[in-house]
Structure formats: C-alpha cells, structure tokens
C-alpha cells in the first residue's frame, strides 16, 4: 500500500483535512471524523510497514477543577474507570494524570501493511475517535454542569 492509495482514501470519505510537514514521519496527515474533531494519520520514520492513527485530546481546565475536588480515592478510582473503559476498545492509550487529575490523554491504533485496507483503515479511525468520545462523555456526565441537548456521537 502507499502512501497515494492512504491519501485516495481519506479524501473519498470526505475525511483529509491537510497534510502536515513531519520530519519524524514519512506522511503525516490530519482528517476530520467526524467534523471538527482532528486524528492524525501517520507514518512513523523508519517504520515502512505501519501506520499509527493517533487522537489526543485535553480535558478541560473546568473538569480539571472537578477532579481535583475529589479525594484522592475517588481521583484514584475514576483514573482506573478510564483505563478500563479504553482498553474494552482494543486500542493503546496513555493517559496523563498527575496526582490523578486526568489532564491529557492519547488514544491510537496501528494498522500494519499487510493488514491494511480501506474499510480497515475508516474502521480504525471510527474506533479510535469512539475510545477518545467514550471518555470525553465519561468526564462530562461525572463534571459536566449541564446535560447537551441533543444526544449523538459525534460531538
């Protein structure tokens, strides 16, 4: 598979935001899935066989604020809850909580050449954007201060 047919892809589904220049990376690019949330594609320099689909995301300093309220048992506890709740996903993730305040975290997935096809390529976009969701609706249903209006995946 190359690079081009990688590129065909993400622009037939509509996904390809923009290539970025990375000189870690053979290809580096940003997709949109669903709108306005950003999921790098890349090809890691020196790996010819894979690829790495990566979404970080930062939490708020409002939720921030309403886990560092709670004790450290509980800040404790709600760090375990997203570490399970990630890895029900099938996917790598690394979380950055100091003092149990979950601050950051890293959700990807790696998709080897001879695995990769398209469906497996949107499929693992798909997973990687619902393990990166289940959190952000984990944080909010806990210290969230309203419920959204309108109930969908794709925030």
Known sequence: MSQEMIKKWLDEEGFL???????????????????????????????????????????????????????????????????????RFGVDFQLDHPENVLNSYLVTDEIFFDGLSKDRLISSIKNVFRAKLQVMWMIQERFGEERPEHDSMYV
């Open 17 to 87: 935001r923009m290539e970025v220049p990375d000189e870690n990376a053979r290809f580096h690019y940003v997709v949109n899935y669903p709108e306005d949330h950003v999921i790098d594609i890349i090809q890691p320099a020196g790996k010819d066989d894979m690829i790495l689909i990566a979404c970080a995301t930062s939490v708020s300093p409002e939720h921030q604020a309403g886990i560092r309220a709670l004790s450290m048992e509980k800040r404790t506890e709600f760090i375990w809850k997203v570490r399970f709740t990630l890895n």
